[in-house]
């Protein structure tokens, strides 16, 4: 790391991190605004493996979007629908159960839920399909919707936010996802996400659900039409809120894809700029434990590039995805676990399965694959297996 930074222009920068000493907002700029990627990259590397040592996580999970139904137009949004659009789609309880149990035979341990903001459904649909979800494995853990469908279910349902997750949460919701964050700049969200919640909005689901003692992520939508100081103050407000509540497990920047949306902008970030926003937010975001490198935002070559620039998570296997290949996406719609347990070694790290709060279920320590993959059987996963590989 010395070598890298001992003649740069972030010297200062560097031994504030090494001692200890917190970032402030103009240090974030900076940061941004620095072309020297290797001397960046090397004090997010010191600032993750002071956090992590040469650990590298990875979740065995499956996306389930139950309806691409949206009472919204946000303009950066390529997943959602009207009910006249002839793709667009709502899953019954049943089918939604159903690519569950199929998919807990791969041993998976999270369901990772979301889906548009649908303009009829009852609030009694969500309660029902969490709790036939926990009925074929109380173990396995939920991990579903966006802070704006929490504020568009306690609408539909005519209760309060606090009464909308308690209630979601005796029906089986174990942690919300980060999505919808966006950016948080007001003129920004005017111009990517008109008629979304705000920024104040967003914060108080995340705030209200952490004051129940429990968890979520939190994202940030970056590489449009923001500037970076749009990106230092939507990070000011996540660091802000882990402060006061300590109830985020990790941070999920995510690449903007150009495709078939009505934001004037061509392209998505450059693969410099994808690296420097993971090392920028592993710096500046003290009080997270994890970054996570998005494989399916950046493609998985890049996220393994991004675990020598502050990452130390690559995700889940996923299955099946669909809002980034909708606006975009090139890469695959999963991975199995073995691909992730190599691109993870080919990085000289760790590989560890993690559960939904980052917590270790499997170490693998040898340095190459011995054996193929395992096909675990129902629920094997859930079970206990927490031996070393």
């Known amino acids: ?5 001992q003649k740069s222009s972030l010297r200062d920068l560097y031994d504030k991190v090494v001692e200890g000493g917190r970032l402030d907002e103009s240090d974030a700029l900076r940061l941004f605004e620095s072309k020297d990627i290797n001397a960046l990259g090397s004090m997010a590397d010191f600032v993750r493996q002071r956090k992590v040592g040469q650990k590298a996580t990875y979740i065995i999970n499956r996306y389930i979007n139950y309806s691409n139904y949206c009472i919204l137009s946000c303009q950066f949004c390529a997943f959602s629908k009207k009910k006249r659009d002839s793709d667009g789609f ?3 309880v049943e089918q939604i159960v159903s690519k569950a149990r199929e998919a807990l035979n791969l041993g998976i341990t999270e369901l990772h839920i979301v889906g548009g903001l649908h303009p009829n459904l009852p609030f009694s649909y969500y309660l029902d399909f969490l709790r036939a979800l926990k009925q074929l494995d109380a173990r396995l853990q939920l991990k579903c919707f966006t802070a704006i469908e929490i504020l568009h279910l306690a609408w539909m349902a005519k209760k309060t936010v606090v009464e909308t997750l308690t209630e979601l949460r005796a029906a089986g919701l174990n942690s919300l996802t980060g999505g919808g964050a966006e950016i948080f700049q007001a ?4 111009q990517i996400a008109k008629g979304k919640e705000s920024a104040a909005e967003y914060l108080d689901v995340h705030r209200t659900w952490h004051k129940m003692g429990e968890r979520s992520t939190c994202t940030m939508l970056f590489g449009h039409v ?5 990106r230092v103050d939507h990070l000011r407000q996540l660091r802000g809120l882990q402060d006061e509540t300590r109830g985020f497990t990790g941070f999920i920047p995510l690449p903007y894809h150009a495709d078939n949306n009505n934001i004037p902008v ?8 994808i690296l420097r926003t993971v090392a920028v937010s592993r710096l500046y975001l003290d009080n997270f434990d994890h ?8 493609g ?3 996220a393994q590039v991004a675990l020598s620039y502050g990452a130390d998570d690559l995700h889940g296997t996923i299955v099946e ?10 890469s695959p719609q999963g991975q199995t676990e073995m691909e992730m347990v190599k691109a993870i070694r080919e990085t000289r790290r760790t590989p560890v399965q993690r559960n939904t709060f980052y917590e270790a279920i499997r170490t693998w320590d040898s340095p190459e694959p011995e054996a193929p993959e395992p096909t675990p059987g129902p629920n094997a996963l859930l079970q206990g297996n927490l031996a070393t590989a």
């Open 1 to 5: 790391m010395w070598m890298a930074v």
């Open 90 to 92: 709502q899953l019954s």
């Open 187 to 190: 003129s920004v969200r005017s």
């Open 226 to 230: 923001e500037s970076l100081a749009d």
């Open 266 to 273: 061509k392209e998505g970030p450059t693969g410099f700029d």
């Open 291 to 298: 970054i996570t490198a998005y494989w399916v935002g950046m």
């Open 300 to 302: 998985l070559k890049l």
């Open 321 to 330: 995805e669909h809002i980034f290949h909708m606006a975009g996406a090139k």
